[in-house]
């Protein structure tokens, strides 16, 4: 069921593929074109593209960007934005206000709860469970006149498989959260976690 409100965007070169009984909520947006401003300057081509799969539901007021990729039986919560170049995978949720920046990725059975902020080129693998208001970075530096994907620029983390993070953590640039790791509720994870390590404080140790 699609509302009537929603926005989807269509036109020459534009593609977006609905799977069966994939509802789309009050005022979403489907298709929504990368902002181009003086501070934003990496050079990406994306395809003006989306797939969402069957049984998928997109939250009243969501906005979704071109080249994005949505598997099977997502739920994707109010006010939530996924950018550009996202890959999401089967049965994730995506909370109420979540933002998901460019080019993140989620595995399948993914949970990513409401008020969290995922900042581009995050990769969360299979069955991970990102609390409330978890924030990850991606600058490696501060440089706008060079604002690309090269890694030694732009670097998220790389959370592994049944990873849990607890509310507000904060995960620096680069790092990597090895397999069935814990972080604590308001950790700064600053360096690679072990996996199946518990990481707690400020900064993290385990």
């Not at 979540?98 to 069955?127: A, Q, W, Y």
């Not at 983390?157 to 993070?165: A, D, F, L, Q, S």
């Amino acid at each position: 069921m699609i509302h009537r409100t929603a926005c989807i965007e269509s036109g020459p070169g534009c593609s977006v593929t609905l799977g069966e009984a994939v509802a789309v909520g009050p005022f979403a947006v489907i298709g929504r074109d990368v902002p181009r401003t003086a501070a934003q300057r990496r050079v990406a081509a994306y395809e003006r593209t989306i797939a969402i799969g069957a049984r998928s539901s997109i939250g009243a007021q969501a906005v979704i960007f071109w080249d994005v990729e949505i598997g099977e039986g997502c739920l994707i919560g109010e006010h939530a934005t996924i950018r550009e170049g996202c890959r999401i995978g089967a049965r994730c949720v995506v909370g109420e206000g979540v933002e998901l920046g460019f080019g993140v990725v989620l595995g399948d059975d993914v949970r990513v709860m409401s008020k969290t902020h995922l900042s581009g080129s995050t990769v969360v693998g299979d069955g991970s469970f990102i609390s409330v208001g978890v924030t990850t970075s991606n600058d490696r530096r501060v440089d706008l006149e060079d604002y690309q994907f090269r890694p030694e620029v732009i670097a998220g983390p790389r959370i592994g498989r049944g990873v849990m993070v607890g509310n507000g953590a904060t995960l620096l640039a680069g790092i990597t959260i090895g397999d069935g790791a814990v972080i604590g509720a308001g950790a700064v994870v600053t360096k690679d976690v072990p996996a199946g390590a518990r990481a707690v404080g400020v900064p993290a140790r385990w």
